[in-house]
């Protein structure tokens, strides 16, 4: 099975910080998502990756970064989180771009 | 015309009922299609996909396509009240792209 882990459930941060989202999968896909989903809005496509130091802009790119240095591995970085980020956050990843994605359990992160 | 829409719910069924969600879609091009089951405070998990017309079976869920009328569904027999949860449909475009519905919540009432 694929696992794709989060590392944390719930964050609280404060407005103006930089926030770091980290997520990891084991079964070597080769892409990688982050995502944000709010009631009313669905999930929306923030970025992803599709190869080490790789990243594309999704739908919603403005006010974060991502990284992707090892192959498990993609950070979503809050570069000044700002409260319209408070959000549950979900990672995906997927062996192509053309397969299903698999999801984590998802990070609600409070911004106050 | 939104690309995919989905009845955001809730419903509401007995239990052992058979339930049955769908998603609408407005671009022929669309190749497969998913479905994704959410518990609360939980990520998507992954249920079924199929890439062709007609209908695919997996123990009580049943999937099915139909493309020429753009529209998509989900069967669910002998409901139990551990299906409540919200199902997402989600379709890929030729341009590699998963376009996911916003989901209908679906309780089954004990």
């Known amino acids: 099975d694929v696992k794709v882990t989060q590392s944390s459930r719930y964050l609280v941060k404060r407005t103006g910080e930089k926030v770091f989202l980290e997520c990891v999968q084991d079964m070597d896909h080769e892409n990688m998502f982050w995502y944000r989903q709010d009631p009313g809005l669905g999930l929306r496509l923030i970025y992803f990756?599709?190869?080490?130091?790789?990243?594309e802009k999704g739908d919603i790119p403005e006010g974060y970064s991502v990284s992707r240095e090892k192959k498990e591995r993609f950070s979503l970085i809050l570069e000044s989180a700002s409260t319209n980020q408070t959000s549950m956050y979900l990672c995906?990843?997927?062996?192509?771009?053309?397969?299903?994605?698999?999801f984590g359990d998802g990070t609600r992160l409070s911004i106050l | 015309q939104k690309e995919v829409e989905q009845d955001p719910g809730p419903l509401s069924v007995p239990e052992g009922a058979i339930v049955s969600l769908n998603c609408t879609y407005s671009?022929?091009?669309?190749?497969?299609f998913m479905w994704y089951r959410q518990y609360s405070r939980k990520g998507p998990e992954l249920l079924m996909y199929t890439y062709s017309s007609g209908n695919k079976e997996d123990g009580r869920f049943t999937a099915q396509v139909d493309k020429s009328s753009k529209y998509i569904s989900l069967f669910i027999r002998d409901s139990q009240p551990s299906d409540s949860a919200t199902y997402l449909c989600?379709?890929?475009?030729?341009?590699?792209?998963?376009?996911f519905g916003k989901g209908t919540r679906l309780h089954i009432l004990p």
């Open positions: 990756s599709y190869d080490v130091k790789m990243k």
């Open positions: 989600a379709m890929l475009a030729r341009d590699d792209k998963i376009i």
């Open positions: 671009n022929s091009a669309f190749q497969y």
């Open positions: 995906a990843s997927s062996y192509t771009l053309r397969q299903p994605q698999h």
